[in-house]
Protein backbone atom coordinates (compact mmCIF):
# COMPACT_ATOMS: atom_id res chain seq x y z
CA UNK A 1 0.00 0.00 0.00
CA UNK A 2 1.17 3.38 -0.74
CA UNK A 3 2.52 5.95 2.17
CA UNK A 4 -0.25 7.97 0.03
CA UNK A 5 -3.14 7.63 -1.97
CA UNK A 6 -4.74 10.29 -3.39
CA UNK A 7 -8.68 9.58 -4.80
CA UNK A 8 -10.18 9.99 -7.53
CA UNK A 9 -6.86 9.42 -10.05
CA UNK A 10 -9.08 10.63 -12.72
CA UNK A 11 -11.79 13.08 -12.29
CA UNK A 12 -13.77 14.84 -15.25
CA UNK A 13 -16.66 17.65 -14.67
CA UNK A 14 -18.07 20.42 -16.19
CA UNK A 15 -17.18 23.98 -15.99
CA UNK A 16 -18.24 25.89 -12.67
CA UNK A 17 -18.80 22.45 -10.73
CA UNK A 18 -17.49 22.29 -7.14
CA UNK A 19 -14.58 19.73 -7.14
CA UNK A 20 -13.23 18.27 -4.43
CA UNK A 21 -9.88 15.67 -4.46
CA UNK A 22 -8.80 13.56 -1.53
CA UNK A 23 -5.54 12.72 0.12
CA UNK A 24 -4.95 9.83 2.89
CA UNK A 25 -1.73 8.94 4.28
CA UNK A 26 -0.02 6.62 6.44
CA UNK A 27 2.68 7.90 8.09
CA UNK A 28 3.17 10.61 10.55
CA UNK A 29 4.14 13.89 8.80
CA UNK A 30 5.37 17.55 9.39
CA UNK A 31 4.06 19.13 6.64
CA UNK A 32 1.38 18.71 3.32
CA UNK A 33 2.09 19.58 -0.18
CA UNK A 34 -0.78 20.19 -3.08
CA UNK A 35 1.19 20.94 -6.42
CA UNK A 36 -0.01 21.12 -9.80
CA UNK A 37 0.96 19.60 -13.04
CA UNK A 38 0.03 21.42 -16.42
CA UNK A 39 -0.31 19.84 -19.41
CA UNK A 40 3.16 21.15 -21.08
CA UNK A 41 4.64 19.21 -17.43
CA UNK A 42 6.04 21.93 -15.51
CA UNK A 43 5.48 21.36 -11.53
CA UNK A 44 3.96 24.05 -9.53
CA UNK A 45 3.57 23.99 -5.76
CA UNK A 46 0.09 24.79 -4.68
CA UNK A 47 0.02 24.68 -1.26
CA UNK A 48 2.37 24.15 1.71
CA UNK A 49 -0.01 23.01 5.25
CA UNK A 50 0.33 21.78 8.33
CA UNK A 51 -2.80 22.14 10.40
CA UNK A 52 -6.10 23.90 9.34
CA UNK A 53 -6.92 25.64 6.31
CA UNK A 54 -5.55 27.22 3.15
CA UNK A 55 -7.13 29.69 0.88
CA UNK A 56 -5.53 31.20 -2.59
CA UNK A 57 -8.04 32.47 -4.90
CA UNK A 58 -10.82 29.69 -5.80
CA UNK A 59 -8.17 26.62 -4.23
CA UNK A 60 -8.82 25.45 -0.75
CA UNK A 61 -6.67 23.01 1.04
CA UNK A 62 -7.37 21.30 4.12
CA UNK A 63 -6.04 18.98 6.65
CA UNK A 64 -7.04 16.64 9.41
CA UNK A 65 -3.89 15.40 11.09
CA UNK A 66 -6.00 13.31 13.30
CA UNK A 67 -7.59 11.69 10.54
CA UNK A 68 -4.17 11.83 7.97
CA UNK A 69 -6.54 13.07 5.39
CA UNK A 70 -6.50 16.55 3.16
CA UNK A 71 -8.70 17.61 0.74
CA UNK A 72 -8.35 20.22 -1.72
CA UNK A 73 -11.22 21.66 -3.71
CA UNK A 74 -11.58 24.12 -6.50
CA UNK A 75 -14.62 25.94 -6.52
CA UNK A 76 -16.12 27.37 -10.01
CA UNK A 77 -14.12 25.18 -11.93
CA UNK A 78 -12.63 26.37 -15.41
CA UNK A 79 -11.02 24.47 -18.13
CA UNK A 80 -7.84 25.95 -17.06
CA UNK A 81 -8.01 23.82 -14.20
CA UNK A 82 -7.58 21.20 -15.89
CA UNK A 83 -4.10 19.66 -14.71
CA UNK A 84 -2.75 16.82 -12.46
CA UNK A 85 -3.24 17.73 -8.72
CA UNK A 86 -0.41 15.90 -6.91
CA UNK A 87 -0.47 14.91 -2.79
CA UNK A 88 2.86 15.04 -1.27
CA UNK A 89 4.24 14.55 2.35
CA UNK A 90 7.13 15.83 4.49
CA UNK A 91 8.48 13.43 6.05
CA UNK A 92 11.86 14.54 7.17
CA UNK A 93 15.25 14.05 6.27
CA UNK A 94 14.80 16.54 3.16
CA UNK A 95 12.16 13.97 1.89
CA UNK A 96 8.82 14.18 -0.11
CA UNK A 97 7.13 11.33 -0.44
CA UNK A 98 4.37 11.75 -3.51
CA UNK A 99 0.88 10.51 -4.47
CA UNK A 100 0.23 9.27 -7.77
CA UNK A 101 -1.88 12.07 -8.99
CA UNK A 102 -5.42 12.82 -9.77
CA UNK A 103 -5.79 13.83 -13.35
CA UNK A 104 -8.55 16.39 -13.66
CA UNK A 105 -10.27 17.35 -16.70
CA UNK A 106 -13.08 20.30 -16.97
CA UNK A 107 -15.01 20.48 -19.47
CA UNK A 108 -16.16 24.02 -21.14
CA UNK B 1 14.74 35.65 -11.17
CA UNK B 2 14.50 32.45 -13.71
CA UNK B 3 13.71 30.28 -11.05
CA UNK B 4 14.77 26.64 -11.61
CA UNK B 5 16.53 25.85 -14.77
CA UNK B 6 17.16 22.72 -16.41
CA UNK B 7 19.07 21.39 -19.49
CA UNK B 8 18.49 19.87 -21.78
CA UNK B 9 14.41 19.81 -22.42
CA UNK B 10 14.85 16.25 -24.89
CA UNK B 11 17.32 13.57 -25.07
CA UNK B 12 17.69 10.41 -26.74
CA UNK B 13 20.36 7.94 -25.99
CA UNK B 14 21.17 4.76 -27.22
CA UNK B 15 21.92 1.98 -24.85
CA UNK B 16 25.49 2.64 -22.87
CA UNK B 17 25.67 6.19 -23.69
CA UNK B 18 26.74 8.40 -20.65
CA UNK B 19 25.23 12.36 -20.16
CA UNK B 20 24.97 14.83 -17.62
CA UNK B 21 21.62 16.45 -16.98
CA UNK B 22 22.13 20.16 -15.79
CA UNK B 23 20.08 22.21 -13.25
CA UNK B 24 20.62 25.46 -11.65
CA UNK B 25 18.44 28.14 -9.12
CA UNK B 26 19.02 31.67 -8.66
CA UNK B 27 17.02 32.21 -5.25
CA UNK B 28 19.70 31.13 -2.86
CA UNK B 29 18.50 27.89 -2.10
CA UNK B 30 20.63 25.28 0.16
CA UNK B 31 18.65 22.10 -0.98
CA UNK B 32 18.23 20.61 -4.20
CA UNK B 33 16.72 17.21 -5.57
CA UNK B 34 16.36 15.05 -8.48
CA UNK B 35 13.18 13.54 -9.18
CA UNK B 36 12.02 10.84 -12.34
CA UNK B 37 8.52 11.19 -13.01
CA UNK B 38 7.44 7.68 -14.81
CA UNK B 39 3.62 6.65 -15.60
CA UNK B 40 1.87 5.37 -13.25
CA UNK B 41 4.82 5.94 -10.43
CA UNK B 42 4.84 9.04 -9.19
CA UNK B 43 7.61 11.44 -8.64
CA UNK B 44 10.30 9.51 -7.44
CA UNK B 45 13.37 10.93 -5.24
CA UNK B 46 16.82 10.01 -6.85
CA UNK B 47 19.12 12.34 -5.27
CA UNK B 48 19.37 15.29 -2.78
CA UNK B 49 21.78 17.76 -1.55
CA UNK B 50 20.97 19.28 1.90
CA UNK B 51 23.54 22.52 1.54
CA UNK B 52 26.67 23.05 -0.83
CA UNK B 53 29.45 20.01 -0.52
CA UNK B 54 26.65 17.34 0.82
CA UNK B 55 24.68 14.95 -1.66
CA UNK B 56 23.03 11.82 -0.24
CA UNK B 57 20.46 9.03 -2.06
CA UNK B 58 17.33 8.91 -2.42
CA UNK B 59 14.91 5.84 -3.29
CA UNK B 60 15.83 5.12 -6.49
CA UNK B 61 19.59 6.27 -6.58
CA UNK B 62 20.95 2.95 -9.09
CA UNK B 63 22.26 4.22 -12.32
CA UNK B 64 23.34 7.96 -11.59
CA UNK B 65 25.39 9.96 -9.52
CA UNK B 66 24.96 13.85 -9.12
CA UNK B 67 27.47 16.76 -8.08
CA UNK B 68 26.66 20.06 -6.06
CA UNK B 69 28.77 21.73 -8.03
CA UNK B 70 28.26 24.94 -6.24
CA UNK B 71 25.36 26.57 -4.11
CA UNK B 72 23.44 27.28 -7.59
CA UNK B 73 23.98 24.07 -9.80
CA UNK B 74 23.05 20.02 -8.82
CA UNK B 75 23.79 17.78 -12.33
CA UNK B 76 22.68 14.37 -12.51
CA UNK B 77 24.47 11.75 -14.65
CA UNK B 78 24.12 8.93 -16.15
CA UNK B 79 26.75 6.90 -16.34
CA UNK B 80 25.75 4.22 -18.83
CA UNK B 81 22.47 4.57 -19.73
CA UNK B 82 19.84 1.80 -20.03
CA UNK B 83 16.11 1.98 -21.38
CA UNK B 84 14.64 1.37 -17.76
CA UNK B 85 15.75 5.28 -17.47
CA UNK B 86 13.47 6.69 -20.05
CA UNK B 87 11.72 8.78 -17.87
CA UNK B 88 10.76 12.88 -17.02
CA UNK B 89 13.79 14.04 -14.79
CA UNK B 90 12.48 16.93 -12.66
CA UNK B 91 14.76 19.16 -10.64
CA UNK B 92 13.78 20.96 -7.59
CA UNK B 93 14.94 23.28 -5.05
CA UNK B 94 13.76 25.12 -1.62
CA UNK B 95 14.91 27.14 1.08
CA UNK B 96 16.28 24.36 3.49
CA UNK B 97 14.35 20.29 4.19
CA UNK B 98 11.44 19.04 3.30
CA UNK B 99 9.05 20.72 5.32
CA UNK B 100 9.62 24.04 3.24
CA UNK B 101 7.79 24.41 -0.97
CA UNK B 102 9.77 23.25 -3.73
CA UNK B 103 10.03 25.14 -6.63
CA UNK B 104 10.56 22.63 -9.54
CA UNK B 105 12.33 23.04 -13.32
CA UNK B 106 10.24 22.34 -16.65
CA UNK B 107 11.76 19.06 -16.80
CA UNK B 108 13.87 16.73 -19.22
CA UNK B 109 12.11 14.48 -21.32
CA UNK B 110 15.00 11.55 -21.89
CA UNK B 111 14.55 8.58 -23.87
CA UNK B 112 17.09 5.67 -24.02
CA UNK B 113 16.32 3.06 -27.10
Known amino acids: KNEVEQSPQNLTAQEGEFITINCSYS?????LHWLQQHPGGGIVSLFMLSSGKKKHGRLIATINIQEKHSSLHITASHPRDSAVYIC??????????FGQGTRLTINP | NAGVTQTPKFQVLKTGQSMTLQCAQD?????MYWYRQDPGMGLRLIYYSASEGTTDKGEVPNGYNVSRLNKREFSLRLESAAPSQTSVYFC????????????FGPGTRLTVT
Open chain 2, 92 to 103: ASNIDRDAYEQY
Open chain 1, 88 to 97: AVSRGAQKLV
Open chain 2, 27 to 31: MNHNS
Open chain 1, 27 to 31: VGISA
